[in-house]
C-alpha cells in the first residue's frame, strides 16, 4: 500500500467533498435560511461527532505506528549490536575463525539487501529465504557450532558465539513480523468516508472566497499528510 497514492486520494476526496459542500449550498433544498439555528445546530452536532470518531480513531491508528516502529527501530538496533559483538568474539576465537568472519559479512550484506533493497520500486521481502546456507543466519549458527575449540577461552567464546548468533536469528523474525503489519483498506475506506462528509459540511456554510477556499485546501492538505505519516 503506496503511501503517497493514500495520501493523493485522501486530499481528492477531502477537498472534493468540500466543493460538494459548496455545490449543495447553492440550493436552498440543502442550504438552511441563516435563520434557522435549529437545522445548523444539528448539522454540527452530527458533523462535531464525526469528527470526534475521526480523530479518535486517527489517533489510535497513529499511537499504534508508532508503536511498531519503535519495536523495528529497537530490533534493527539489537541486532546490529549483536552483529558486531559476534565479529569481535569470533576476531578473539582466533585464525580458525577467519571463514566464519567473512561469511558473517556476507549474511549482513543479504540481510540488509532483503530488508531495504536498493531500488525504490522493490518491495522488501524479508521472509525470502536465501538460496545458499553460506548466506543464512542458520547457516552461520551451524559453521560456529561446527568450530572445534582447542582450549577453555575457545570454549568459551564458541558458545558466546553460538548465542549470539541464535539471538539474531530471534531478532530477525521480530523485524519481520514488525515490519509486515498493514493498516487494513477498510479502515482506509471508512476514515476517507468520514473526511469526505466533514469537509462536505465544511463548504456547505463556507463563504465563497479565497480565505476560505484556501483554508479548505490547507486542511485537506493536512489530514492527507496525516494518513501519509501513518502509513509511512
Known amino acids: 500500500m503506496n503511501p ?5 486520494i485522501t486530499f481528492c476526496f477531502a477537498f472534493g467533498g468540500a466543493l460538494m459542500g459548496i455545490w449543495l449550498a447553492k440550493s436552498s433544498r440543502w442550504r438552511p435560511p441563516s435563520d434557522d439555528e435549529k437545522s445548523k445546530d444539528t448539522v454540527k ?5 464525526v469528527s470526534t470518531m475521526t480523530a479518535l480513531v486517527l489517533g489510535l491508528v497513529t499511537a499504534s505506528a508508532k508503536s511498531s516502529y519503535d519495536q523495528m527501530d529497537s530490533a534493527v538496533k ?11 568474539v569470533l576476531a578473539r576465537y582466533g585464525p580458525e575463525a577467519k571463514d566464519i568472519r567473512a561469511q558473517l559479512k556476507a549474511v549482513a550484506e543479504s540481510r540488509i539487501a532483503t530488508m531495504w533493497p536498493g531500488g525504490a520500486s522493490q518491495p522488501p521481502a524479508m521472509a525470502r529465504p536465501a538460496t545458499s546456507a553460506p548466506t543464512t543466519v542458520e547457516g552461520l549458527v551451524d559453521s560456529i557450532r561446527g568450530l572445534g575449540p582447542g582450549n577453555e577461552l575457545q570454549s568459551a567464546l564458541k558458545a558466546r558465539a553460538v548465542e549470539l548468533a541464535e539471538d539474531g536469528l530471534q531478532l530477525r523474525w521480530l523485524a519481520m513480523a514488525s515490519a509486515e503489519t498493514d493498516v487494513p483498506a477498510a479502515f482506509l475506506v471508512i476514515v476517507i468516508f468520514w ?3 466533514i469537509f462536505a459540511s465544511f463548504g456547505l456554510y463556507a463563504p465563497r472566497n479565497l480565505a476560505a477556499t484556501t483554508a479548505l485546501v490547507v486542511s485537506s492538505l493536512s489530514v492527507a499528510c496525516a494518513l501519509f505519516l501513518v502509513l509511512e
Do not use: E, K, P, Y
Request: hydrophobic fraction near 65%; proline fraction near 0%; charged fraction near 10%.
Open 78 to 88: 539489537q541486532a546490529s549490536i549483536n552483529l558486531l559483538a559476534l565479529d569481535r
Open 45 to 49: 452536532l452530527a458533523m462535531g461527532l
Open 4 to 8: 503517497t497514492v493514500v495520501a493523493v
Open 195 to 197: 473526511l469526505t462528509v
